[in-house]
Nanobody
Framework: LQVVESGGGLVQPGGSLRLACAAS????????VGWFRQAPGKEREGIACISSSDAGTYFADSVKGRFTISIDNTKTTVYLQMNSLKPEDTAVYYCSADRKTSVQTLCTIPWFGYDYWGQGTQVGVSS
């Protein structure tokens, strides 16, 4: 049982990428799922989270209006659509999922004890 991120890459400023977080061996039913990122020398930060129960979302101010988060109908994949990318968005992006946590708590407290963490996918924004 694990979560696996995909979709990272190198893009120019102003470009777009879509990341995917896939549940392997289970579904995200009754989970809160979130995207985090960690740039070199910085702490991991939560940027976008979604509840599979009511589709409630939470976004960090740094990505509000540029990033969207969604979950597919089978509740096996959560997507992070990233638009208007900036160089400061460069980081390793991680997915996490937890059964007992609200969207705000998951996104504001990057605790390594959540049920699942993925291995991360690298996103680079550079001209």
């Amino acid at each position: 049982l694990q979560v696996v991120e995909s979709g990272g890459g190198l893009v120019q400023p102003g470009g777009s990428l879509r990341l995917a977080c896939a549940a392997s061996g289970f579904t995200f039913d009754d989970f809160t799922v979130g995207w985090f990122r960690q740039a070199p020398g910085k702490e991991r930060e939560g940027i976008a989270c979604i509840s599979s129960s009511d589709a409630g979302t939470y976004f960090a101010d740094s990505v509000k209006g540029r990033f969207t988060i969604s979950i597919d109908n089978t509740k096996t994949t959560v997507y992070l659509q990233m638009n208007s990318l900036k160089p400061e968005d460069t980081a390793v992006y991680y997915c996490s999922a937890d059964r007992k946590t609200s969207v705000q708590t998951l996104c504001t407290i990057p605790w390594f004890g959540y049920d699942y963490w993925g291995q991360g996918t690298q996103v680079g924004v550079s001209s």
